[in-house]
């Protein structure tokens, strides 16, 4: 089977996405940022626009930690916040949860370091990603920030794929579908 793409316009800009299988019957087009500069600093301000106020930003391990911190750069803010998928030693009275992702086969946990989730206690919290799909890995950030006592003022992605799109709590730039195979 020849590689197949999916011609995403965001900001502006165009890119040509692999289309990935994820099941017998859907494929998804693999959206990646890391190491695309021109991507992150094109989306940023428009996502930027798309917020209310907010104290702080969020995101999970990795590919939304660019995204945001050129989002926090653009807001003025001197920090943000990232869950990541592994324990590290610097790490003081973490919190926990679990996590499935569309795009990673295996079970995860996202971690949030006990002084990150001081800094988000009575906060406006915006949790960004570069994608939401099903929803999982923004069910978990959602469950970091309240069990840190943030107040979740936003759900921002570049992109919404699936039944995402219609979700009214979440703000994004372009739709992306979920492309059936058969």
Excluded at 57 to 64: D, M, N, P
Aim: proline letters at 6%; glycine letters at 6%.
């Amino acid at each position: 089977m020849a590689e197949q793409y999916y011609e995403l316009h965001v900001a502006g800009l165009t890119r040509q996405l692999p289309v990935m299988p994820i099941s017998e019957d859907t494929a998804i087009a693999g959206f990646v940022i890391l190491g695309d500069t021109e991507i992150v600093t094109a989306v940023a301000p428009e996502l930027n626009a798309k917020l209310p106020p907010c104290d702080i930003l969020v995101t999970a391990e990795a590919k939304g930690i660019p995204l945001v911190a050129e989002m926090a750069r653009l807001l003025g803010h001197k920090r943000y916040v990232v869950a990541r998928k592994g324990m590290k030693l610097y790490m003081e009275d973490p919190l926990i949860v679990d996590v499935d992702s569309i795009t990673t086969a295996a079970h995860q946990k996202l971690y949030l370091d006990g002084k990150d989730a001081a800094r988000m206690k009575g906060r406006r919290v915006a949790i960004i990603d570069d994608v939401i799909s099903t929803g999982e890995s923004l069910r978990a950030l959602e469950e970091l920030v309240n069990t840190a006592g943030g107040q979740i003022v936003a759900r921002a992605a570049i992109l919404a794929e699936g039944e995402a799109i219609d979700r009214p709590d979440i703000v994004y730039l372009e739709p992306l579908p979920l492309i059936p195979l058969k």
